[in-house]
């Protein structure tokens, strides 16, 4: 009944990889695009990356080289390898996915946290 769930967030050192994976519910198949945003403490959520259903991706500028986005054939997951990471990739990472359920709506993970310390 969960629609989204992440995970593989936590503590990694300046330099270091982290993977995120997120689960769409078959509930809420057809969907149209999922991906990931953050949001640090005291700053705007903003758009990390995002594919639609037809694999067009866009990336943040600030993750372009270090981030990549990808997904299982079924497109109902959604992993975000995070390379080369810096204290300023800190934040709260929620996946998001645009589905139908009577009608088109945002689904939105808990999120999952990610700080990069030494």
């Known amino acids: 009944q969960v629609p989204l769930v992440e995970s593989g967030g936590g503590l990694v050192q300046p330099g270091g990889s982290l993977r995120l994976s997120c689960s769409a519910s078959r509930s809420i198949i057809p969907i149209n695009a999922m991906g990931w945003y953050r949001q640090a403490p005291g700053k705007q959520r903003e758009l990390v990356v995002s594919?639609?259903?037809?694999?067009?991706?866009n990336y943040a500028d600030s993750v372009k080289g270090r981030f990549t986005i990808s997904r299982d054939p079924a497109e109902n997951r959604v992993y975000l390898q995070m390379n080369s990471l810096t204290p300023e990739d800190t934040a709260v990472y929620f996946c998001?996915?645009?589905?139908?359920?009577?009608?088109?709506?945002?689904?939105w993970g808990q999120g999952t946290q990610v700080t990069v310390s030494s």
């Open positions: 594919i639609t259903s037809l694999g067009v991706r």
């Open positions: 998001y996915a645009e589905g139908y359920v009577a009608g088109w709506h945002d689904y």
